[in-house]
């Protein structure tokens, strides 16, 4: 999370989590604090993070993670629900 580049507070995911019921709004909370919630809690970070040898990156939307990866060799791909994300082109 670290190596995102973003700050740690940025990563975590409210809706859907007990978020709001640890109370991690409040932004008194240490990254050590944050981290033992996200121990406790691994849904708590907004996914997906992805790492290549270039760049560690939260890549949402998905189509997010085009910009880390090598052109080369890239297979077309899509989203969950079929929505194509690169093509062969």
Known sequence: ???T???LRALLREKGTPYEELGLGDLTLTDERLLDAIE???ILPNRPIVVTPQEVKRCRPS???LNIL???GLEPFAKEHS????DAT
Not at 83 to 86: D, F, K
């Open 5 to 7: 580049g973003e700050p």
């Open 83 to 86: 929505e194509v994300v690169s």
């Open 63 to 65: 189509e997010a993670v």
């Open 1 to 3: 999370m670290e190596r």
């Open 70 to 72: 090598p052109a080369e």
């Open 40 to 42: 406790a809690h691994p």
